[in-house]
């Protein structure tokens, strides 16, 4: 997948989760303790870093501890 492709679903999903885009884009762009410090978008380079930030969205939409 290409990077925009991986950040389109990122996005939709995370606006989903926080029921906001304004919430949704903060997140892609704000340090993530649960990524090691990382942005999720930094991490969508690839797609490990694509599922290490979905699973991040899935944790927090099911509040599951990060």
Request: hydrophobic fraction near 45%; proline fraction near 5%.
């Amino acid at each position: 997948m290409k990077r925009a492709d991986l950040e389109e679903s990122v996005l939709t999903k995370a606006f989903e989760v926080f029921e906001s885009s304004e919430i949704a884009q903060g997140w892609m762009t704000a340090p993530c303790r649960a990524l090691g410090g990382a942005t999720p978008r930094s991490l969508l380079l690839d797609d490990r870093g694509f599922q290490l930030v979905m699973r991040e969205l899935h944790a927090i939409e099911h509040g599951l501890p990060i």
